[in-house]
Every structure is written in C-alpha cells, then in structure tokens.
C-alpha cells in the first residue's frame, strides 16, 4: 500500500508536468472505486459511468490546483461527489427512490441474497447518510477525509455514519440474524 | 440489559470503524471482556459490518475514456474557438480588409491618414516583395529538383548501362573458355582412344 502511494504521487507530479500517459495510469488505477461510489450512490450504471467519466476529466483540467499529491484520493472523491450531487439535485423531483421490498427470507441465506439484503437496506438512506456509509465503510476513508470531501465538519460526517449504521442494523437485522 | 459505564460507555461505533487510537481500543476492549450490554453492541455492529461487505464491486461495463483518447481531441469547429487560433484568424482579417477596404479613402483622407496611408504602402509593398521572393525562391527549388532528377536519372541508365556491358563481356569471356576447355577434352579423349586401340595419333 505504500509503495502505491509513492507511485501515485510520482504519477501525479508527471500528471501535473503534462505527461497524459501519467494520468491514464492513474485513471486506471482509481475507476473502478470511483465507479463504484458512483454507482451505489446514484443507483443507475449508465449514469454513474457518465459520472465518472465526467470527475476524471475534471480531475486532469484541475490536477494543478491540487495543493497536495498525497491527498488526491480525497480530492478526486469530492470532485465525484459535487458531480453525483449535481446529478441527484437534477433528478430528485422527477424520481422517488424505490422503498426496499420487506420480503422476509427464510432458510439459510446464499452470499448473492444478503448481498441484495444490503442493496436495498443501502437505499432506505437518505443520499448523504448513503454516501457516507459508501465512503467509510466501501472507500476506507477516515472521518478527516471525509470532511474534506463532503465539505463539512467532522461531527457532521460522524452523525451521518452513525446514523446510517443504527438504520442498516436495524433493516439488516432479520435477514442477518437468519443467517 | 444495559452497560454500567451509561453515557461514557466506549464507542463502538467508531471501534467497528477503525476509528479508534489504539490506547482507546485497549480499553473498550477490556471494558467488553466483563461487560455483556457492550459485547452484544459490539457484535451486532461487527455482524452489520460483515453483511454488508458481501456487497462486491462492481465491474466497469466499458473503461473509462483517457485523456489521450480520440474522443478528447477538439472537433473542427472547436479550433475556431481557441483564443490562439482566433487571434490570428481576426488578425487576418483584419489586415484583408485593410488591405482591400482602405486604399481608395486613404487618398482623400487628412494628413494623419495619409501617414497612415504611406506605413500601410510601406508594409504592402515589403509583403510583396516578401511574396515575390517566396515564389522566385519555390521556381528555384523547383528548377533545382528538376535538374537533380534528371542528373540522377542519367547518372542511374549509365549505371545500368555499364552493368549490362560488363555482364557481357563476362558472358563472352566464360564462353570462350568453355569452348577452349571443351576442344582440350576432346583431344585428350581421342589421343587416349588412339593409344588404347593402335589406330595412332592424328
């Protein structure tokens, strides 16, 4: 993990000189997290795809104004962050999102069904306690970063995890203590 | 059942999250090993934490586009829009319309405009000479290739022509000696011939 970090950077600072190739190694590296964030967060493939296409794009037209290479994970998240805001503050009067099914499972449960079990508990959050949740929990993000990212205090982003974690437990506990 | 410890109880939210230091870590945990309301807090987070880490990543359905890519490249029309292109484009037209426009009001115009009028004539006539120059420079190259081709075409038929002689005379010279080397055998095999039967030498 440090090794990766070190290369990051040099790849950052050969980014930030001009060398593309630099940031296509980088693009690289970080889609498929970015993607993933985005997708959880805006529920949609196509539009999580167009999402992070967009971030990195404006990642590379702002790379020289990142003050420090070795924050650029945080960086980058808040740049797909004001993006998939954009797009759910653009979709939110159109469409509601859709209430998990109360299915109750019986049996034993398979990996592929609590994996559902989540994905729905994940969507019974509102997007800031979701996104902070994908953040923490998906992404390893400190408390710290997560400020950065998400532009407000600490204490803020704290209370949104621990409330999305009280409403997870509380949905996934049928189906996790069947299992 | 509820911990002794009330509202000082450890965090163990931020114990399941990894956001402990770990001074504080060891004492939750030993608040846990004698406290059954913690254990069952923590357990029931770490099991939330757990089911939820079944949740895989996903593959990207297609890459994502690099910076280098074709699909980054400006259009046609975008290239009107950078300020370099634009620049000299308007200046451009710019001197043009000068160049067209103004020469007819420059005679009748006061006398500023006419020293305007004489810088413009100045700067018209070193174009013109600039062009003129380019185009006797583009004739010169031109008659320059021209002759350094046929030059090299000459030069390449001698050549060639050189070779098909040598490579005839080599063919003569091998049938000469093919011919010499023959009319030899023959003799050799007919004195032999002679010796062997007693008919003699010719």
Redesign the interface.
Known sequence: MIFREVEDRDLISKARRGDVEAYNLLVSRWEKRVFNYLLRLVNHREDALDLCQEAFLKAYQNLPKLDDPERFSAWLFRIAHNEAFSLLRRRKPETEYEEPEAKGIGGRMLPIELSLAVESALKVLSDDQREAVLLKVYQGFKFEEMAVILDCPVSTVKSRVYTALDLLKTALAPTVLQK | MNCGLGSSKPDW?AYV?G?LDAKARREAEAHAASCVACQDEAG??R??????A???????????????DKV?EPKWWQMFLKPSFAGAAAIAVAILVHAFVQPGAIRQADPVAQVDAAAIEARVSAEVEKRVQQRLNAAVNAAVDSAVNTAVTKAVADAHKRNQENTAQMLAAAERRYGQSTELMTRQVTQLYAMNTGLGVR
């Open positions: 939210k999250l956001e029931s987070l099991i939330t934490l757990d089911a939820m079944t949740l895989r990543d996903e593959e990207l359905p297609r890459r994502i586009a690099f910076v280098s980054f």
